[in-house]
Nanobody, 122 residues
Framework: QVQLVESGGGLVQPGGSLRLSCAASGSAFSINAMGWYRQAPGKERELVATITRGGSINYADSVKGRFTISRDNAKNTVYLQMNSLKPEDTAAYYC????????????????WGQGTRVTVSA
C-alpha cells in the first residue's frame, strides 16, 4: 500500500552533479528511515546513504564529502545530492524506506522503489 517513486537520474560527465528524489505515497503511520542504495552491473547492491526520521545520517565511505542526503518528513520525500561524480558512481540507484504502517502496531516493513539510472561518462 506504500509506493516509492524515484526521479532525477540521467547521464552526466565526470565531475558533474545530479539530484535524486524519492517520494513515498500511500497510507502509513510513519516512515522511520529512508535511504539510497545502488547496484552496478555485476556487483552487489550497496548502501549509499540513509537518514532516519530523527535526522541521523549514514554514508558509504566512497561517497562521503561528495553526496548529501536530506529529507522532508512532512512530504515523505528523500533527496540525494550527488556532486563530483565519478565513473565508479554509475549504477541503478534505488530508494528504500522502513515504514511503520499502523499507530497501534510498531512493526516495520521495508519497501523499495523501481530504481533510477545514473551514468557518469565522458
Amino acid at each position: 500500500q506504500v509506493q516509492l517513486v524515484e526521479s532525477g537520474g540521467g547521464l552526466v560527465q565526470p565531475g558533474g552533479s545530479l539530484r535524486l528524489s524519492c517520494a513515498a505515497s500511500g497510507s502509513a503511520f510513519s516512515i522511520n528511515a529512508m535511504g539510497w542504495y545502488r547496484q552496478a552491473p555485476g556487483k552487489e547492491r550497496e548502501l549509499v546513504a540513509t537518514i532516519t526520521r530523527g535526522g541521523s545520517i549514514n554514508y558509504a565511505d566512497s561517497v562521503k564529502g561528495r553526496f548529501t542526503i536530506s529529507r522532508d518528513n512532512a512530504k515523505n520525500t528523500v533527496y540525494l545530492q550527488m556532486n563530483s561524480l565519478k565513473p565508479e558512481d554509475t549504477a541503478a540507484y534505488y530508494c528504500n524506506a522502513r515504514i511503520r504502517r499502523y499507530l497501534y502496531d510498531p512493526r516495520e516493513i521495508e519497501v523499495w522503489g523501481q530504481g533510477t539510472r545514473v551514468t557518469v561518462s565522458a
